[in-house]
């Protein structure tokens, strides 16, 4: 076998792991764990789907290719929750370092090219990055929302907490945000957010 075919499949058996790293979030239904390769997967499709609420014109193959390989570093990085305060502070230099592990599997030419795409998409700054980062945070709140906002009480998530991150959504779709809102809103008033002030949240 050819070194460069040889390098390509040893890459594709190494993330086959992704299905083994599983997250905070329950599938619909009240469903066990999802795993990352699933997360990663709902978001491509929701991506093509949901491409015209977009706040600019965006390359939908570059956005559902990001969602695609934005977390293969969680196979040696491990899931970090969104909330977790300490788990986020160590969150780059693991996934820095996951990167450069696996994607080195790669033939150089193609390491470069997702690395480069990995890179954009954790800088938040192109149309593509921020339209695949409102997948990120909408795929799981939807999920959570479909299982009563079960995942919030579990892990006593402020109202707060959650518009912090979800108000970064509103970069890549204004629409979107409005849906996102809503949703919050809507979990607040059925005791499933906790407010720091029992009041409400705070909207961003």
């Given amino acids: 076998m050819q070194e460069r075919l040889r390098r390509q499949l040893d890459f594709a058996l190494e993330i086959d792991k992704e299905k083994n790293i599983f997250r905070q ?11 990352d390769a699933e997360h990663a997967w709902h978001m491509a499709i929701m991506a093509y789907l949901l491409r015209e609420y977009a706040n600019e014109t965006v390359d939908i193959s570059k956005v559902m290719l990001m969602c695609l390989i934005h977390d293969i570093v969680e196979i040696e990085a491990g899931d970090t929750y969104a909330y977790d305060e300490e788990g986020l502070k160590t969150q780059k230099a693991r996934e820095d370092a996951a990167k450069e592990k696996i ?47 079960g995942d919030w009480r579990e892990h006593q998530v402020t109202a707060e907490q959650v518009y912090s991150r979800q108000g970064k959504s509103r970069l890549g779709s204004e629409t979107l945000f409005e849906v996102i809102d809503d949703i919050l809103q809507e979990n607040i008033r059925r005791g499933n957010l906790r407010t720091s002030d029992g009041t409400g949240a705070d909207k961003c």
């Avoid at 599938?27 to 999802?34: M, T, V």
């Avoid at 700054?125 to 799981?140: G, I, R, V």
Wanted: proline share 3%; net charge negative; hydrophobic share 35%.
């Fill in 25 to 35: 979030t329950h599938l619909s239904g009240h469903g066990r764990n999802e795993n």
């Fill in 103 to 149: 994607f080195s599997l790669l033939p150089e030419d193609q390491k470069r090219e997702l690395v480069a795409l990995f890179d954009e998409f954790e800088a938040y700054e192109t149309a593509e990055a921020k339209f695949a980062h409102t997948m990120d945070n909408l795929q799981p709140l939807l999920l959570n929302h479909s299982n009563d906002g």
